[in-house]
């Protein structure tokens, strides 16, 4: 028989992909952040941001980003983004632990691609890219954090990602790059598919 403790996590993430958020400066270039709470149903990904970040504070003035999905092997790049903050001055609640850093794309070593219908960049070595504007924001956690609702208008994939001959990604050939409580991950082999998937049967094997 299974037993289960009672503990209290000091955080709770589960596993969930990590996505890359481009967003606009006031001055016009480009801020880079990861974000590691994220979920898409149909054509709207929600964004869990905090508060007193400089992601935010560019989406209330200016609601157009990037989500660019990095693949398992870019976790590095996302490490080197992860102690940076594009606001100057730093935060109060962000002091001691983050840096000041104007480029983002230069420290991470990654990037900048000219996106099609928003004004911030993609992410170049991203093999999924989502150009979207901000619908809603609604505040939680006590005023601690926002859940920013996106309406994603354009979707770049890498050629090797796609089915060919459709508009559906190759799970085989794409896996996402999860943070699984502070640790980075890929996923598995598969396991097997839903009842509702369209390319079962269809896609690449991936090599």
Not at 172 to 191: D, I, K, S
Request: aromatic fraction near 8%; charged fraction near 20%.
């Amino acid at each position: 028989m299974t037993t289960h403790v009672v503990v209290r996590p000091s955080i709770l993430y589960f596993g969930t992909p990590v996505a890359l958020l481009s967003t606009e400066n006031e001055d016009g270039t480009a801020n880079l952040a990861p974000v590691s709470s994220v979920w898409a149903l149909g054509q709207r990904v929600v964004l869990g941001l905090g508060a007193e970040g400089h992601t935010l504070r560019n989406l209330r003035d200016r609601p157009e980003l990037v989500i660019s999905l990095p693949s398992p092997g870019l976790w590095a790049a996302v490490e080197r983004l992860a102690p940076l903050t594009g606001a100057d001055p730093v935060p109060a609640g962000k002091r001691g632990v983050y840096r000041y850093e104007p480029d983002k794309f230069g420290a991470a070593g990654l990037r900048p691609q000219p996106s099609d219908l928003v004004r911030p960049p993609r992410v170049a070595e991203c093999p999924m890219q989502w150009e979207a504007r901000v619908v809603a924001m609604t505040e939680g956690g006590d005023g601690a954090f926002f859940a920013v609702e996106c309406a994603v208008v354009r979707v770049h994939a890498e050629e090797r990602i796609v089915v060919p001959g459709t508009q559906h990604i190759d799970p085989g050939a794409w896996g996402p790059l999860v943070y699984n409580f502070r640790h980075y991950y890929g996923l598995g082999g598969e396991l097997g598919h839903g009842f509702r998937s369209e390319t079962a049967g269809a896609r690449r094997v991936a090599v």
